[in-house]
């Protein structure tokens, strides 16, 4: 594990599963190698396991943030909250609290969250993005400035903070610095709706009607293509 070759590590240890079952740091260790070797589901199931049984923070914390990148948000949420309950302390524990929040509909509660992230680490990226971007869409510009500025400061080759620095410019009236960002944004992901969407009104808004038809096309474009995949927007 320490070695990072969890596939071998998973062949290791599951032919000895049966006769240590019981052995919850070894159930720990199974599913944790489980996870970083890509079987999520099935490791995540060994984690909870191993969370209920011995009552472990630290179980429910792996747990939970392994459902929030298979995107089940509201058992991740369910997992997180009980690891805050045993040991709110567990860094990095209430940015991924609020990320479950907020995907589930809770922005009151994530935006507790992340301001409580913030005051155990005012350099974690999470919370000022995610807390920037709930301030951004509650209209309170200024301190939604502070924390996505912060954000793009901490990971400047995020494109999620550059779409969010510039949608707080857009929201503020900066028009051009907005398109700057947006257009920065497309080119690092060209395939991603929103910054397009947002870049074919702020076209017009300019005067561009050229831009802003070539931008809606692509619109259109990328939203087919969505749907006969099945996916949804981020």
Do not use: C
Not at 30 to 58: F, Y
Not at 69 to 86: G, I, M, P
Not at 97 to 114: I, L, M, P, Q, S
């Amino acid at each position: 594990m320490r070695l990072g070759k969890y596939a071998a590590a998973v062949t290791m240890l599951e032919p000895l599963e049966d006769k240590n079952a019981e052995n919850l740091d070894f159930e720990y260790v199974l599913g944790s190698a489980l996870i970083k070797a890509g079987q999520r589901r099935e490791g995540v199931l060994k984690i909870e396991t191993v969370a209920k049984s011995g009552h472990s923070a630290d179980a429910y914390m792996l747990a939970g943030s392994t459902l929030l990148d298979l995107n089940e948000y509201e058992q991740a949420r369910s997992d997180l909250d009980a690891a805050l309950t045993l040991n709110p302390k567990l860094p990095g524990l209430y940015s991924l609290a609020g990320t479950a929040r907020d995907k589930t509909g809770n922005v009151k509660d994530a935006e507790a969250a992340f301001r409580e992230a913030l005051k155990m680490n005012r350099d974690d990226f999470t919370a000022n993005l995610y807390l920037g971007a709930i301030l951004e869409k509650r209209r309170d510009l200024d301190e939604a400035k502070t924390y996505l500025e912060r954000a793009l400061q901490l990971n400047p080759s995020s494109s999620m903070a550059g779409y969010e620095v510039a949608m707080l410019k857009s929201t503020s009236g900066e028009y051009d610095a907005a398109v700057q960002g947006l257009e920065k944004v497309v080119q690092e992901d060209p395939n991603w709706l929103e910054p397009h969407v947002e870049l074919a009104s702020l076209y017009y808004k300019l005067h561009r009607p050229a831009d802003g038809a070539r931008e809606r096309q692509l619109v259109e474009k990328l939203t087919a293509q969505q749907q006969a995949q099945g996916l949804g927007t981020r």
